[in-house]
Nanobody, 125 residues
Framework: QAQLVESGGGSVQAGGSLRLSCTASSYDYENKYMAWFRQAPGKEREGVAAIYTGAGDTYYATSVLGRFRIARDNAKNTVYLQMNNLKPADSAMYYC??????????????????WGQGTQVTVSQ
């Protein structure tokens, strides 16, 4: 059964950096969309970034543009989210998603069928 495993979360001060990883197993990773979402307590889930593992096309939420970068290592079936200049507003549980339906927006969580367990990111002032 397909599995997505995230890692790399943690606690940092504002202005710091973290790199999240999402490794897919038992999943046909090639030429697929992989995405990162986040959800803070009491807030709706937000699409953060996505990448097409084939051509490497990337997509970002306006709130993270210029600070976050999504990348993939196809040899490792792994997608990364490099997060720089972190702000307290970035604090959330971050989830990796895959298996996009292909009928809606790329950063719409309803588009994805497979999810990881999440990794917590906490940014302090």
């Amino acid at each position: 059964q397909a599995q997505l495993v995230e890692s790399g979360g943690g606690s940092v001060q504002a202005g710091g950096s973290l790199r999240l990883s999402c490794t897919a197993s038992s999943y046909d990773y090639e030429n697929k969309y992989m995405a990162w979402f986040r959800q803070a307590p009491g807030k709706e889930r937000e699409g953060v970034a996505a990448i097409y593992t084939g051509a490497g096309d990337t997509y970002y939420a306006t709130s993270v543009l210029g600070r976050f970068r999504i990348a993939r290592d196809n040899a490792k079936n792994t997608v990364y989210l490099q997060m720089n200049n972190l702000k307290p507003a970035d604090s959330a549980m971050y989830y990796c998603a895959a298996d996009r339906r292909g009928v809606g927006q790329i950063l719409d969580g309803n588009e994805y069928n497979k999810w990881g367990q999440g990794t917590q990111v906490t940014v302090s002032q």
